[in-house]
């Protein structure tokens, strides 16, 4: 940062303070500040943000459709759809491990041969022609690179998904790959049924045959000892079994018997006759003598009240009710005498099967020695048996499933035919497009106001380099609304003494006069570098001043470029040259621009010598004459950087205003000039800026009249 002590002004001058030592910085930046750097660099952002839109556009205009397609399988054993020996049992739940595993499974060649083989067979090839096989492993290696496989969160579900530029040809892959794989799954099923079924095969004869000879041992041994029976155990088991459900049959039988019989006794005991016998009660022939009893009673009954004991018709009933109950008596006395009769014989029964029971206990003893024999051959045949029943019954099994197996998985969704592109996504592609965009802007804003050299708004002039903000030149275009200028800008300025243009020189010129100290007099308009418009400003700061009647002269002391002489088309028998040499008085040597009444002091051409007229004493012995003839003397320099006699003429003059182009000039070069011209003693003023686009928001900030341009439209005349 450039130090700007006391002898950079006048010697009534205060050194230049900057508000921003003074005030403390603000928590948060200035709203407005942010406002005025985006509206600064509108283009630059706008540019940058419809770039990355020009370049998505692009993308999607370029870019080759990709279809996606998705198909779901479920991860889940399957239970045998037919079971010969066993009810079907569902397998376990599948961990982590087998799910990954079955991943690679799905990401095998083997897999993307089998669903290129299927395709093959499915649908033609491009050239209408059978795949040849070579057709049908490019199309496997295809079908491999555009898959992808992973497990959907933590669930049984694996997601195929396939991505290519062909719709139907990424949704026949991703159901083919499922396909494949539950193909496979079912092939090796099938390859170890196979496998197992060939082995039990080859061991079921000899099972058969071992079985066979132990049953044949064991038969053999029951036969020659009388063990046989059908059921399985020996003659006297069975028949000592027989007997004892027999006898126990018997003896309740007998019980029976015995009771109806005792009861019968009983109830003769008590002289009821038998009539009220069970048994007796219980026979149909005595029912129907009852009746026949009942009929011929109540007969008798109406004729005894009607008729006499003689009365043949009653003596007849009397004698058919006597012979009615004779009959009945007589049963009575047949149904005792039967259950005495069954009592008997059911005791005979009971003493015959107790003789038998014993006779087969005996001879069931005696076989004891013989079943021990008999267990080993039954153990050994049932053994045989057993392993041969679970071979064959493996085999059944086997051959009932040889054609039904079933994979460990299922289609949870099969793909469908995608209906638009996954890629590029319009939608998602155009958002991030513009979300991009605004970053790309935004960074480009910051990399501007970074990456910046040029001195652009008032703030920079007085906060970075603390110098007096002298103002603004805007450029002759920028103020002229929707047309072009028609007129240089020197020109311009007396044509149109009310426009803003014009007024932007009244506005240097009043500061430069208005300023602190002693009323200036010779002013030096210098910069740092050639082609920032200290000429142009030079030449109109005079003309300006000398349509306004003060009495001014232009000074070109640019003598290696002469731009205000050609400018104003400067035209002298003697110039500048002559008078610092001494050849000539000041009077011949001044050329009046008649448009203005400016006078100037120029130069007819570039010295071709190496003498300097251009020295100390010269110049302050011709700003001492000028002092006394003019009120306002404006010296049009060289550029300080280049060349050294600049210096000289700033360090003579009252005052030193530096341009600079707005945005173009670094600081570091404005920085060294100011450095420069105070180590030669010169009275830096301030600093104006040149070339200033007004259309531009706040171009040069908010402490100056262009932020604020179109509230004054109506005072200038443009």
Request: overall charge negative.
């Amino acid at each position: 940062m450039t130090n700007i002590d006391n002898r950079s002004f006048d010697t009534a001058d205060e050194p230049f303070q900057p508000t921003s030592e003074v005030a403390s910085a603000p928590l948060l930046p200035d709203p407005g500040v942010l406002w005025q750097v985006f509206r600064r660099n509108t283009l630059l952002v706008f540019g940058l943000f419809f770039l990355v839109l020009l370049l998505a556009a692009a993308y999607l205009a370029t870019a080759t459709p990709k279809y996606q397609a998705t198909a779901s399988l479920i991860v889940e054993p399957a239970s045998d759809p037919v079971r010969t020996s066993e009810p079907a049992q569902q397998g376990a739940i599948p961990n982590t491990d087998e799910i990954d595993t079955e991943i690679r499974l799905m990401s095998s060649p083997l897999v993307a041969s089998i669903a290129a083989q299927l395709y093959s067979e499915r649908f033609a090839s491009p050239d209408g022609d059978p795949f040849s096989d070579a057709e049908i492993e490019a199309l496997a290696s295809e079908m491999s690179r555009s898959t992808g496989i992973l497990r959907s969160g933590s669930s049984k579900i694996i997601d195929i998904t396939t991505s290519g530029p062909d719709a139907q040809f990424a949704a026949a892959t991703a159901n083919l790959i499922g396909e494949a794989y539950l193909q496979s799954q079912i092939d090796n099923k099938s390859q170890r049924s196979e496998s197992t079924q060939e082995f039990i095969k080859e061991r079921l004869d000899e099972l058969e045959s071992n079985a066979l000879s132990a049953q044949a041992a064991l038969d053999n041994y029951r036969a020659e000892r009388g063990l046989v029976t059908s059921s399985g155990g020996t003659n006297a088991e069975q028949e000592v079994s027989n007997l004892n459900t027999q006898l126990a049959s018997a003896r309740a039988d007998l019980a029976e018997k015995q009771g109806r019989l005792n009861a019968a006794r009983q109830q003769l005991a008590r002289g009821s006759g038998g009539a009220d016998v069970g048994a007796a009660l219980g026979s149909s022939t005595i029912a129907s003598l009852r009746q026949q009893e009942a009929r011929a009673s109540a007969e008798l009954a109406v004729l005894t009240q009607r008729y006499g004991e003689l009365y043949p018709e009653r003596r007849q009933t009397e004698s058919e009710l006597a012979d009615i109950r004779r009959r009945i008596q007589e049963e009575i006395n047949r149904v005792l005498s039967n259950l005495q009769a069954d009592v008997q014989t059911a005791q005979s029964r009971v003493a015959s099967l107790t003789a038998s029971r014993q006779s087969a206990i005996g001879a069931m003893s005696s076989n004891s020695r013989a079943q021990t024999g008999l267990n080993e051959l039954a153990q050994k045949a049932e053994a045989a048996q057993s392993i041969y029943q679970s071979f064959l019954e493996r085999s059944q099994e086997g051959a009932a499933l040889r054609d039904s197996e079933m994979p460990d998985a299922r289609f949870a969704t099969r793909a469908e035919v995608p209906k638009s592109p996954y890629s590029p996504n319009y939608v998602l592609t155009i958002a991030l497009a513009i979300v991009v965009g605004l970053i790309v802007g935004f960074v480009g804003l910051l990399a501007s106001e970074y990456l910046r050299r040029g001195v652009q708004t008032k703030r920079d002039v007085e906060r970075r380099l603390q110098l007096r903000y002298a103002g603004a030149i805007p450029t002759l275009k920028s103020t002229i609304k929707r047309r072009q200028a028609l007129e240089a800008p020197q020109d311009y300025v007396l044509s149109h003494p009310h426009s803003l243009f014009a007024e932007a020189f009244r506005s240097i010129r009043t500061f430069l006069m208005l300023s602190p100290g002693k009323r200036s007099r010779a002013i030096a308009i210098t910069s740092a570098l050639p082609g920032e418009g200290k000429t142009t400003t030079s030449v109109c700061l005079g003309r300006t001043a000398a349509s306004e009647g003060l009495r001014t002269i232009l000074v070109d002391a640019d003598l290696r470029r002469r731009g205000a002489s050609d400018l104003l088309e400067y035209e002298s028998d003697h110039d500048m040259y002559d008078y610092l040499l001494g050849d000539t008085p000041l009077g011949q040597c001044i050329y009046r621009d008649v448009m203005s009444g400016l006078d100037v002091l120029g130069s007819n051409a570039t010295p071709d010598g190496g003498k300097n007229p251009l020295q100390e004493h010269t110049v302050e012995r011709m700003l001492a004459e000028l002092r006394g003839l003019y009120d306002v003397i404006i010296i049009d320099t060289a550029p300080v950087l280049g060349v050294a006699e600049s210096r000289v003429l700033a360090a003579s003059a009252d005052r030193v205003l530096v341009i600079t182009q707005w945005r173009k000039t670094s600081i570091r070069a404005i920085e060294a000039v100011v450095d420069m011209l105070i180590d030669s003693g010169a009275k830096v003023t301030g600093l104006a800026l040149s070339q200033v686009n007004i259309k531009k928001y706040a171009s040069t900030g908010d402490g100056d009249v262009y932020a604020y341009a179109k509230k004054f439209r109506g005072y200038y005349t443009n």
